[in-house]
């Protein structure tokens, strides 16, 4: 890169011990020396091996816990993660809802893994503010919510807590835990309750103290917030779901197509 007739190297410094430790073990992953939740090495057996300190050892594992490859069982170990990247794909996800009982679940399953839902609440409450906002309802109007955690192989996978306008689904199939196939989507349909569009505002933070509990993952390691509003023709929102997923376990795909420029074709 030239200045005015000066030359500036550009010197990248060369990685650390612990840096480049992490790099052979994540190729040690990658390449099956070390599958899927299969217990990694010890720091003592790796310090040996590799003729480094465990210090050094321990520093390159750090990076990939933070990085989710890798997760710390108390008392048991260090165990490469044992799950798949799960795509969350917009377009189809909920287009194939109708072959289980959520698109969540056909996610997972489609993956050859073991969907489970696990409900923590399901009943009236009322609406806080983001809730509200979502919703286009007033602050305390009552709304129905649905609290869940959902897993793929007994693991966490997300937080999803989804809310409805109590006057629209009290007494519905969506009070009850099981909704059965196609989801809360087609119970709504069966109320004449059409939903034809979807909005999502994605986000990416550190967990909370909660949901690092919950979702099993360091306190390093980023997470997906996402608000998911689904609405009907008339541009009525009927349900406000919150999503928490571990950033490392998930790949959000969004695709669209390329539409005409509409300043181009204002008169």
Request: hydrophobic share 40%; glycine share 8%.
């Amino acid at each position: 890169m030239s200045y005015v007739g000066v030359t500036v190297a550009m010197i990248q410094a060369p990685k650390s011990q612990y840096e480049q430790i992490a790099d052979l073990l994540r190729a040690r992953i990658a390449d099956g020396t070390y599958p899927p939740g299969s217990l990694l090495p010890s720091e003592p057996e790796l310090s040996a091996e590799l003729g480094l300190s465990r210090v050094t050892v321990n520093r390159a594992i750090g990076l990939l816990r933070a990085q989710g490859l890798v997760r710390v069982r108390r008392g048991a170990g260090t165990y490469v993660r044992s799950l798949p990247t799960i795509v969350r794909d917009a377009r189809t996800r909920y287009a194939r809802r109708n072959r289980g009982t959520g698109a969540g679940a056909v996610e997972v399953t489609e993956l050859d893994l073991q969907s489970r839902t696990d409900y923590t609440e399901i009943g009236r409450t009322t609406a806080t503010a983001p809730v509200a906002q979502a919703l286009g309802i007033t602050e305390g109007d009552d709304v129905l919510v649905r609290r869940r955690v959902l897993y793929a192989n007994d693991e966490p996978t997300q937080i999803a807590d989804s809310y409805y306008p109590w006057h629209m689904v009290a007494g519905s199939a969506l009070v009850q835990a099981e909704t059965g196939v196609g989801g809360s989507y087609s119970r709504l349909a069966e109320m004449g309750i059409d939903v034809v569009r979807f909005t999502e505002d994605v986000n990416v933070r550190m967990p909370t103290d909660h949901e690092r509990v919950v979702l099993q993952v360091e306190g390093s390691q980023p997470v997906f917030d996402i608000v998911h509003i689904a609405w009907t023709a008339d541009k009525t929102p009927v349900e406000a779901a919150f999503h928490v997923m571990p950033g490392h376990l998930w790949t959000l795909r969004y695709d669209w197509d390329d539409p005409p420029d509409e300043l181009e074709l204002m008169p």
